[in-house]
């Protein structure tokens, strides 16, 4: 009982903390017992406790392997601000001078250092090596022990490199900690650190003041729908989360003009720029960061209130210790992540050239992204069962999925056929391979190992194609198959899959959410309620008194789209116009002044009130590519040698030039024409498009016959719409 008292003092003492959370005193005990140790905590749990306390307690220097220097300043403040004297703790790595350096070895050799942060990479260094094997070594604690892992969501190499280190240093015992960790990653752990003999503790992984939610992402409106989230949620911390800095850059500029103190963070800002946002954001100057993964590893805001995830992560590891950022203090924590089948082809496509083993883990962690974004199944329940966990609610409250049940369909057919299927091909493939037997589907792959010859292959063809994922990953949740862990992903049998084969039952189940990835739907499809009618024929009046007084086609003026937005956004500025799909500054000075005047008087006179949340101001996107085109073209340079230049297609550079005509950029072409087009050629195009009421291609092509190629119609269109409509 004693010992017990005594360490209850020994927290008070140094942390003043009168009780311990979850395992953190077992924990303790296990590592000041000279046990192997294995934390498997979340976000928030106390992870670092479990190792400050026993440094403090035991003889020696502990050393805590930790990839943040960021976060190793922090922990060392920390430490040393609850001591009496400094050097209780110290870190070891890059930043540090000579001076600084030696000051650390001697705090070290007196003894008074108990706990020693060390980067992986300083850990190889061969002077550190020699000086710690002649110092009294109490243990290692590996933070951040899933970098070990190939499966892990930020695998780094150097990471398994630490046991031979620890080998070379001296023995001792190990505690290596971990926020995510699949069994398949924990397992990789264990054997890379040599530690299979570990005592394992493993806290649960639900977060119950988490909501989560996946929305459709459309590229048209996904900004306009993060404004408005965020001035729903005005004044609280939030972190959104891109895959690329140049979205950061870009989103964040959105939310700035918006009016949303918000700041861009990402690896490539100068550590200076870095720090004073990581500053601002702690100290609430900002509400919200953009970011990529590069932020928040170290930060220890316990408020954050909503974590947006732009584009869907790599790995449900990673989406978890991200989301894990909200709510740190118990209360509201929101997580929003926008899916679209396309970024996930985005995200195959950037594997491409990297060695096929981490293609293929790339594509497996991938796959279970898709399937947690896709499926209707309660999202804590599928975001624990990949962390092997077992939640036995049925409906959580609090995911969209579960706030918005689908209508459960019964699948016992259906989980029969896979069953028989997988066991019919020895337990050896994965889910695609499963899918495409059961479908018929004679594959390369299938022919090769002779399975379209089984009784089985094809035995689920007259069921609905859609079936056969959600009926896979919800047999998995209910404990009738289960994914190998040694070979990743290979689909194996339980006891109860298998007593199922024998006596089938009921097996209801949800079908998977259907992603529309029609990208070039109008940016008001699924609002067409909110297009004012009214206003939308008076605009159209309007275009067509405009056209006539400049002797124009109406489309010159204002496409229907644009006049389609701006009968439901209700723009009254020339600023306000410029953001209507199709309308430049140039196009909103020439023809917009009538136009928004005329919006103004309609809402006035009708006591209507602006959408706010519609009004998104966007802010002009400088991209790269169209200013060097519109600088190519004004050095004259040929549009053929333009494309080459910038790794395009003919037809894609003539995609980007249309699309810098179309929203009001005036551009002279005439030189490139003048020598590959004929002249009458392209005085018969441009009069054609002159009296034409529509400037659409197929309708063009087949009003002007075979004599023109569709290349020449194209870049008379592009110089007919530069001359007149802008």
Known sequence: MTKEVNLIQKLKHHFGFDTFKGDQEAIIRNVLAGKNTFVLMPTGGGKSLCYQLPSLIMDGTAIVISPLI?????????????????????????????????????????GKTKLLYVAPESLTKEEYVEFLKMCKISFYAIDEAHCISEWGHDFRPEYRRIRPIINEIGAAPVIALTATATDKVRTDIKKSLNIMDATEFKSSFNRPNLYYEVRQKSAKDVDKQIVKFIKQNSGKSGIIYCLSRKKVEELAAVLCANDIKAAPYHAGLDSQTRS???????????????????????????????????????????????????????????????????????????????????????????????????????RRKLLLHYFGEDYKEDNCGSCDNCLHPKTKIEGENALLIVLKAILAIKEDFRTDYVIDFVKGNATDDIIAHKHDKLEEFGSGEDEDSKLWNPVIRQALIAGYLRKDVENYGLLKLTAAGKRFIKKPSSFMIVEDKEFNDDEDEEMMDGHGSALDPELYAMLKDLRKKVAKKNGLPPYVIFMDGSLEQMATVYPITLEELQNIQGVGAGKARKFGREF??????????????????????????????????????????????????????FEELLDEVEAIVYSGTKLNIDYFLDEVMDEDHVDDIFEYFRESDT????????????????????????????ELAN
Do not use: W
């Open 596 to 649: 928004v005047e005329l919006i103004k008087k309609h809402c006035d006179e009708n006591e209507i009130e602006r959408p706010e949340d519609l009004r998104v101001r966007t802010v002009a996107k400088k991209s790269m590519l169209k200013v060097k085109i519109i600088q190519s073209i004004d050095r004259q340079v040929a549009l053929d040698d333009i494309a080459n230049a910038q790794g395009l297609e």
């Open 276 to 378: 004073t946002t990581q500053d601002d954001f702690l100290m609430e100057r900002i509400d919200v960061i953009v970011a990529t993964i590069a932020f928040g590893m170290g930060i220890d805001k316990p408020d954050v209130r909503f974590v947006i995830h732009y584009d869907i992560p790599k790995s449900l590891e990673g989406y978890y210790q991200e989301t894990g950022r909200a709510g740190r203090d118990g209360g509201e924590g929101k997580c929003i992540a926008f899916y679209s089948y396309k970024d996930l082809q985005k995200l195959e496509k950037f594997m491409e050239g990297k060695p096929v083993a981490e293609q293929d883990i790339g594509r497996q962690l991938l796959q279970e992204t898709a399937a947690y974004a896709e499926s209707s199944v309660c």
């Open 695 to 722: 400037d659409d291609l197929n309708t063009a092509m087949e009003e002007l016959g075979d004599d023109y190629s569709e290349d020449e119609v194209r870049l008379v269109r592009i110089k007919f719409l530069s």
């Open 70 to 110: 960021a976060l190793m300043k922090n922990q060392v403040d920390v430490v040393n601000g609850m001591s009496e004297e400094d050097g209780v703790a110290h870190y070891l790595n890059s930043s540090l001078n000579k001076a600084a350096i030696d000051q650390v070895k001697s705090d070290i050799v007196s």
